[in-house]
């Protein structure tokens, strides 16, 4: 077999080994996926890693301590080889390369051939490793050697290695970063005064009989010394000139911290607005379950404020900034941004940590928006859609909602309620605003629990101090014959079915009652059959 073919096969090999694919996921989550939890505590142990070995390295200067420093600084420099291997081995897909120089070759007619597609491989490498914090990672091995007493300088690539694992240091890297254009213009305005005052000073001081400059190298300190305006006051000018020459240099120096404080503020406020969204996508990580509510206006503020007191997870998003500092004020995760964009949806977890999307804008447009998103990023999360008008419901419901709410026709419907029935009206409000303390919940019937196949007139629901307002059905239960149902997307709705009605596991219990009551039926009965001796339950 030829080197051509085993490198394909390798190649070939590796793209379709589950096993290596996931090695190389659980390795780029634990290094680079800002969202990571494992990332989060490797970032934490490497932090601790590293100001630990400097520490020592600093104490050792003067101090003896023995045969456990050196084992101690060669396990961190075994950790920062094998991270620094790692992370180049992630930087690029090799086996990729190769299959994209095999098949190029392929469809053109050439001739694979080998060594240069392994150069092709190596140069990416070789892209890896000039990058600055793989040159940081690189020269914080060095320190570690220690019969070259001089590479104890490098000592500070170890803390530089703290920009990689702290979030704050790395976001405040990235200012610098993007401000390098205007850092650039005002280095260099500041080397041109420096330099020019610095050569000035030297010209007018240099030939006095005991000069405070005696040197270049000395004009240069003082003119750094006081364009920073700190001032030691240890180099004095003795002429009139010279003096000018400090005076204006003074001035300047005013002028440029205040330019460099206006660049460094201004990219720090630019900067505010993505460290929080950051934050808000780590606290998302850490959620199961939980729900995405598009738009903070009215309704999204009532859905929002009853998602916080059930305690139910969630996040809001909208357009409008001010409405996500509102909902940020009242103690609640909010990014501000557009739901149409795949990424913000990605970051945000959309079909891993969150599973429900509430589209709420006043926009009818932009709720079919969202819900097209949304239906395409993930074909398993529930989507309910606010729609104002009539003709929008088809469409959100073709676009992929699963339920589609008119709120504007409901409070008609309560408001003729109200005008024809004022009690029943009251009642229902009640139980929707808990007012009074009385909730509409679901019981969810799980397999082998104690309700799975128990007829509904066998449960003293009034004994338990609860009302059954209806069970809800899959389509892939069977039906009950003898009840009035309604028909619902994907299940059907028994009103206040009759006592006959046998309940099957998946169903749902609609049960009206105060809370504590029916925490206890949850607690009591909604949960599966425990092994062995069987609870007996009376009701």
Not at 164 to 185: D, I, P, S, W
Not at 353 to 372: A, E, F, G, K, M
Not at 480 to 488: K, V
Request: proline residues 3%; contains cysteine; aromatic residues 10%.
């Amino acid at each position: 077999m030829t080197l051509s073919d085993t490198l394909i096969r390798s190649a070939y090999w590796l793209q379709a080994s589950a096993r290596y694919a996931g090695v190389k996921g659980f390795f780029r989550r634990l290094l680079i996926d800002p969202r990571s939890r494992r990332r989060v505590l490797y970032d934490s142990v490497m932090i601790v890693l590293v100001l630990t070995s400097v520490f020592l390295l600093i104490y050792e200067v003067r101090h003896e301590l023995g045969l456990w420093a050196d084992v101690f600084e060669a396990f961190v420099v075994t950790v920062f080889i094998i991270e620094y291997l790692l992370r180049m081995w992630l930087y690029s897909d090799s086996h990729q390369v190769l299959i994209e120089q095999w098949e190029h070759a392929e469809l053109v007619g050439l001739r694979f051939r080998p060594v240069s597609a392994l150069w092709a491989v190596i140069k990416q490498k070789l892209a890896y490793m000039v990058t600055p914090m793989a040159i940081i990672d690189l020269l914080a091995i060095l320190p570690g050697y220690r019969p070259l007493r001089f590479l104890r300088i490098f000592l500070l690539f170890r803390l530089l290695k703290l920009f990689r694992y702290a979030r704050n240091l790395a976001a405040f890297g990235q200012v610098l970063l993007e401000k390098r254009f205007e850092l650039y213009t005002l280095s260099i305005f500041v080397g041109s005064v420096v330099l020019i005052a610095a050569v000035a000073m030297y010209l007018f001081e240099a030939e006095q009989v005991e000069p405070a400059v005696s040197s270049l190298m000395d004009a240069v300190y003082w003119a750094v010394i006081t364009i920073t305006t700190v001032g030691y006051g240890d180099i004095v000018p003795q002429t009139t000139e010279g003096r000018i020459v400090a005076m204006v240099l003074v001035f300047a120096g005013i002028a440029v911290i205040s330019f460099a404080t206006s660049i460094i503020v201004m990219a720090f406020h630019e900067k505010m607005s993505e460290l929080r969204d950051n934050r808000v996508f780590s606290s998302v990580e850490r959620m199961s379950g939980a729900t995405l509510v598009c738009g903070y206006g009215r309704i999204g503020q009532v859905v929002a404020a009853r998602l916080a007191a059930s305690r139910a997870p969630f996040v809001v998003v909208d357009r409008n900034p001010e409405a996500v500092e509102l909902a940020h004020r009242q103690g609640f995760l909010a990014v501000a941004g557009d739901v149409t964009d795949i990424a913000l949806l990605a970051n945000l977890g959309l079909g891993h940590q969150v599973s429900r999307v509430l589209c709420l804008t006043h926009d009818d447009v932009s709720n079919v928006y969202i819900t097209l998103t949304a239906r395409q990023a993930s074909q398993d999360i529930l989507i309910i859609s606010r729609a104002n008008k009539t003709e929008t419901v088809r469409k959100l419901t073709q676009a992929g909602a699963n339920h589609v709410v008119r709120p504007y026709e409901v409070v008609g419907h309560m408001a003729a309620e109200f005008i024809g029935q004022p009690v029943a009206f009251d009642a229902l409000y009640d139980v929707i605003t808990r007012a009074k303390g009385i909730h509409l919940e679901p019981v969810h019937v799980s397999p082998g629990a104690w309700l799975d196949a128990r007829r509904v007139g066998d449960i003293d629901f009034a004994g338990l101090h609860l009302m059954l307002f209806g069970v809800i059905r899959p389509h892939t239960s069977p039906v009950a014959d003898g009840q009035e149902r309604y028909e619902l997307r994907d299940a059907h709705f028994y009103f206040n079915p009759k006592p006959e009605l046998s309940l099957h596991a998946h169903d749902v219990l609609m049960l009206v009652g105060h809370q504590a009551s029916l925490s206890h039926f949850k607690e009591r009965f909604g949960q599966r059959r425990s092994s062995g001796k069987g609870r007996r339950s009376h009701i």
